[in-house]
Each structure stands twice: as structure tokens, then as C-alpha cells.
């Protein structure tokens, strides 16, 4: 199977990567040649590359620059989505779009499903929410995915920046009133890998097309992340720092975000047969991955910056 990932250095897109071998061929693109902000109609470059599935892994995902850059947001993550959709339908072949928890305006005392109403209460997830509207419009052949709080060993994520951050500080106060699951890239991609067999394997079956859930499984909250974070870093000799919980409040940011935005992930378990482990043990997955990398060494073989002195004198 051949997979066409947009997106030259995103998450998503490095963990599929990863994958490759000889069941699955993963082909990015990426700027200049596609760029979802330009509007180019990349159908010419998918006719080329003949993917089996397109994986529409590019977005614009920084939340809180979103809601003064709202032009390019809307245009990478609504209008580019809708082009690439459009794209995918006249090569005939399925897309599988990635979308968000933050479609949601995290009111809900239970984990959202499909059917739940969306509310988006920033522009990032206004403008995700209508990237979802514009594929669904461009082709039924789709898989909308809404995954959420997702990293990987490398790429802009929250346990890259707590460690960056243990690197010079004692204490970091974090979020504690904000709930939901954190979810490794790696898992989402082994995720996406046997959706996408799915789709090839069963052209024309609507049960496998249309909106779905995928996260890990469990919930915790931004402080609640962290503390792990921490712990398995610990453990490892490598960066950690106490985590000070403090309410969504006391950290004010330009973008809100949802209280609580857990997915409910039992449609695409009934559908695609695809479950997620508990959040914690994907997490010990990439925290390993991290360890066994040279940023994560070299900063406890140089001592540098202390994380090792700082848990020396811990345990003292
Ligand atoms: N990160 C998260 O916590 C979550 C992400 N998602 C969704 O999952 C998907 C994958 O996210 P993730 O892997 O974390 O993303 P990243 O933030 O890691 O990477 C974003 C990717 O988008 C690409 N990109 C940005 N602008 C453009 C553009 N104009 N044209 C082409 N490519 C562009 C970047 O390209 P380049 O490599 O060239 O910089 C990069 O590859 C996204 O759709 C995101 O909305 C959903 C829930 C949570
Ligand atoms: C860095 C930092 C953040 N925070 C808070 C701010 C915020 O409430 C929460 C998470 O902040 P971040 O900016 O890392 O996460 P954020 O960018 O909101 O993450 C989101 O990204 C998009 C792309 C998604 O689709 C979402 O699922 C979600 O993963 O942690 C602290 O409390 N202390 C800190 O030191
Ligand atoms: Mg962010």
C-alpha cells in the first residue's frame, strides 16, 4: 500500500514514515511543491505519486497564533483541506483527514462521541471544524480523524516542551483544570496504517467512511501529563521538575481551550477494529524512543542543564 502524507516534517507524518517498509510505502509532500496555504490544486501532484490513500496530515497547529493569524489558519486548515479532498476524489482515492478535540467547547461531563454538537472556542478549532465541512463536501470517500493532545519523541509537542523546560527550572506550574487524553503519534499512526488498509481493502463499504474518534485511551490533564512526563523522565536520569497544578486561569493565553475534551473512542473500535492503549503506556513508548536519542543523552552526560544534579539531590 502506498500512503501520500502531507506535511514534510509533522508528527503525524514522521511516525508514519517509521512505518515504511515493505507492506507500506509512505510518500510525503510537502512545501514548496504543496502547499496547502497557496491554494494549487495538488491533484497533478497526487495523479503523479498514485497513492493508494492521502493522509491530509498538514495543518496550521499552533492554537494560540491562530487567533491573530486567522487568514493563513483558515486557508491551510479549511481551504486546503477541502482542496486536497477534492484532489483525492478526482484520482479516486480515499483521504483520511486529521481533525481535533478542540471542535469541541469542552462543557461535556462525559467523553464526547460523534454525534455530540460542536462548539468550537477558538479559531484553530473554528477553522478545523471547517476543514472537516470541506472534505466531507469534496468526496464521500473520507475518514475524518479527531485525535487529541498529540507528540512524539521529536516535533513541537507539550512533553518536548516540559523537558526543554525542566532544563532550567525547579518548578513548572501547569494547567490541572484542563481534561484530556494525551495521544502518541506513533500509536495514531499504526492507527491510520490499518484504517487505510481498511479503505483500500473495501472500496465501496460507508461503514468505514465518515467521522471518527482515536485517541489513547484514558484522561488526565495538562498538570496530570506532566507529572507523568516527569516521573518516567526521572526515571531515566533524565530532565524533571515539580509540577505545580494551577487552573487554566492563572495561565492566561490568547487561544481558551476546552475543560474537558475526552473522545469517546468506541465507533472506530466497532468499525475499524483499531484500539488504543492506555495513555500511560504509549507514553513509556516514547519516552523510550526519547531516551535512546542523542538530545535526551547528551543532556545527562554533560550534566547539562543539571536535570541529573537536580534528582541527585532529590533523593538525598
Ligand atoms: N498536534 C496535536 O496536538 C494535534 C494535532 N491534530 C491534527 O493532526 C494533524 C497532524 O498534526 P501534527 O503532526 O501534530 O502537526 P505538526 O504541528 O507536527 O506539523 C504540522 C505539519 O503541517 C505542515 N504545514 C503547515 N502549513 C503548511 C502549508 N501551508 N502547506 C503544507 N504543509 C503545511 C508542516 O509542514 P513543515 O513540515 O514543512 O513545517 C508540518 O508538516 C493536523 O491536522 C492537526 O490539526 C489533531 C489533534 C491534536
Ligand atoms: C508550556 C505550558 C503550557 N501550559 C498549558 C497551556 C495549555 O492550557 C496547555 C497545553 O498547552 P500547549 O500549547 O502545549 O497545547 P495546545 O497547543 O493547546 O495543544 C493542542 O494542540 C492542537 C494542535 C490540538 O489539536 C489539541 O488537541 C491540543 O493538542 O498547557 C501550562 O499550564 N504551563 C506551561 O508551562
Ligand atoms: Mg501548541
Known amino acids: 500500500m502506498r500512503i501520500v502524507v502531507t506535511g514534510r516534517s509533522g508528527q503525524v507524518t514522521r511516525a508514519l514514515q517509521d512505518?515504511?517498509?515493505?507492506?507500506?510505502?509512505?510518500?510525503?509532500?510537502?512545501?514548496?511543491?504543496?502547499?496547502?496555504?497557496?491554494?494549487?490544486?495538488?491533484?497533478?501532484?497526487?495523479?503523479?505519486?498514485?497513492?493508494?490513500?492521502?493522509?491530509n496530515a498538514a495543518a496550521y497547529t499552533a492554537v494560540d497564533k491562530a487567533?491573530?493569524?486567522?487568514?493563513?489558519?483558515l486557508a491551510i486548515n479549511s481551504f486546503g483541506?477541502?482542496?486536497?479532498?477534492?484532489?483525492?476524489?478526482?484520482?479516486?482515492?480515499?483521504?483520511?483527514?486529521?481533525?481535533?478535540?478542540?471542535?469541541?467547547?469542552g462543557a461535556a461531563s462525559r467523553p464526547y462521541t460523534e454525534d455530540d454538537p460542536t462548539a468550537p472556542i477558538n479559531f484553530y478549532g473554528r477553522s478545523k471544524l471547517a476543514g472537516e465541512a470541506a472534505v466531507r463536501v469534496a468526496t464521500s470517500n473520507h475518514v475524518i480523524l479527531r485525535t487529541s493532545w498529540v507528540y512524539a519523541p521529536e516535533g513541537h509537542n507539550f512533553l518536548r516542551t516540559m523537558l526543554r523546560l525542566a532544563g532550567d527550572r525547579d518548578e513548572i506550574r501547569v494547567v490541572a483544570d484542563q481534561h484530556g487524553t494525551p495521544t502518541s503519534a506513533l500509536d495514531l499512526a499504526a492507527a491510520i496504517e490499518r484504517v487505510a488498509g481498511n479503505l483500500v481493502a473495501h472500496p465501496d463499504e460507508p461503514s468505514l467512511r465518515g467521522l471518527f474518534h482515536l485517541t489513547n485511551s484514558g484522561a488526565t490533564t495538562w498538570a496530570g501529563f506532566a507529572a507523568e512526563i516527569f516521573a518516567m523522565s526521572a526515571?531515566?536520569?533524565?530532565?524533571?521538575?515539580?509540577?505545580?497544578?494551577?487552573?487554566?486561569?492563572?495561565?492566561?493565553?490568547?487561544?481558551?481551550?476546552?475543560?474537558r475534551s475526552q473522545l469517546d473512542n468506541a465507533?472506530?473500535?466497532?468499525?475499524?477494529?483499531?484500539?488504543?492503549?492506555?495513555?500511560?503506556?504509549?507514553?513509556?513508548?516514547?519516552?523510550?524512543?526519547l531516551a535512546s536519542n542523542s538530545e535526551f543523552n547528551l543532556c545527562i552526560r554533560a550534566g547539562l542543564p543539571q536535570p541529573f544534579e537536580k534528582l541527585e539531590a532529590r533523593k538525598r
Not at 33 to 39: H, S
Open 19 to 55: 512505518r515504511a517498509g515493505e507492506q507500506l510505502e509512505v510518500v510525503a509532500v510537502g512545501r514548496p511543491e504543496f502547499d496547502l496555504g497557496a491554494q494549487l490544486d495538488p491533484t497533478a501532484l497526487f495523479e503523479r505519486l498514485r497513492p493508494d490513500v492521502i493522509v
Open 81 to 105: 483541506a477541502g482542496l486536497a479532498a477534492r484532489a483525492a476524489a478526482r484520482i479516486g482515492a480515499p483521504i483520511i483527514q486529521l481533525s481535533t478535540d478542540y471542535v469541541f467547547d
Open 235 to 259: 526515571a531515566r536520569g533524565g530532565p524533571c521538575a515539580r509540577v505545580i497544578p494551577i487552573a487554566a486561569s492563572d495561565y492566561p493565553t490568547p487561544a481558551r481551550r476546552p475543560m
Open 267 to 289: 465507533k472506530i473500535a466497532q468499525s475499524h477494529g483499531v484500539r488504543l492503549s492506555d495513555w500511560r503506556e504509549a507514553l513509556q513508548t516514547v519516552m523510550e524512543r
Open 67 to 73: 487567533e491573530d493569524d486567522r487568514d493563513a489558519a
